[in-house]
């Protein structure tokens, strides 16, 4: 079964790398020429690197799925906490007290967690990307990241865990590589002068989203509501 899932996949993404019409980024398909109008062909074999990332994170998963302990293992929510608003923090405490999943926020700066044996909190020094990096060496895979770092994310869904951004929006394999591209484009623009303007103020629906999402996804993969 492994093999014939990993065989869709291969044949789904070989689709989606030779498909009709023009290469919205030749990058992707490097060494390639034009047989026909309307029609990419590569000259050699060509693995894009996104695609070796998709593969590489549906073994890891498939895999911890097939190992008993990993399968026994208790699931666990990591936070990147220096930017997570405090209303999704209260969310995630009621949360972690009422299924008793255990939650750990991690940050550069301190922050207050109620006092519970579900709920603990990880100082790391200051540094650019010291509390992401720390986040990722300590996940497992079927862990859960709470984070709105792009970046942050792919290291999470590359290592078999799954991310969740404040606003309930769910990072997947499918969807991560498209944020990343979007946010790299708007880092250009940026840089060259341009005002993009900031990100919408969060509002109730977006607690509202966070806290359906957590709530579906503790119920799929915790077993717990």
């Keep these: 079964m492994l093999f014939v899932f990993v065989g869709s996949q291969l044949a789904s993404l070989f689709v989606t790398v030779h498909t009709r019409g023009p290469c919205l980024n030749p990058r992707l398909l490097p060494r390639t020429k034009t047989v026909m ?28 799925q097939k190992d008993p302990a990993a399968r026994n293992r208790v699931m666990k929510i990591w936070v990147d906490a220096d ?30 967690v109620p006092p519970s044996r579900f709920i603990k909190f990880i100082q790391v020094a200051s540094g650019f990307d010291v509390a992401d990096n720390e986040i990722v060496r300590r996940l497992e895979g079927g862990d859960l990241v709470i984070t709105g770092d792009i970046p942050l994310a792919a290291d999470v869904i590359e ?15 499918e969807n991560i590589r498209s944020r990343l591209n979007i946010r790299d484009f708007m880092d250009t623009l940026r840089a060259s002068g341009v005002d993009t303007g900031g990100p919408p103020a969060f509002s109730r629906n977006d ?19």
């Design 159 to 173: 290592k078999g865990g799954h991310a969740l951004n404040p606003r309930g929006e769910r990072y997947t394999v």
């Design 83 to 112: 930017a997570c608003p405090v209303v999704i923090k209260e969310i995630l405490f009621k949360a972690a007290e009422r299924t008793g999943v255990q939650l750990t926020l991690v940050a550069n700066q301190p922050v207050n």
């Design 37 to 64: 109008p309307g029609y990419v062909h590569a000259s050699t074999p060509v693995m894009p690197r996104f695609v070796m990332g998709r593969i590489s994170s549906f073994l890891k998963i498939l895999l911890a």
């Design 207 to 225: 607690r509202k989203s966070f806290a359906d999402q957590l709530d579906r996804f503790l119920a799929r993969y915790a077993g717990k509501t």
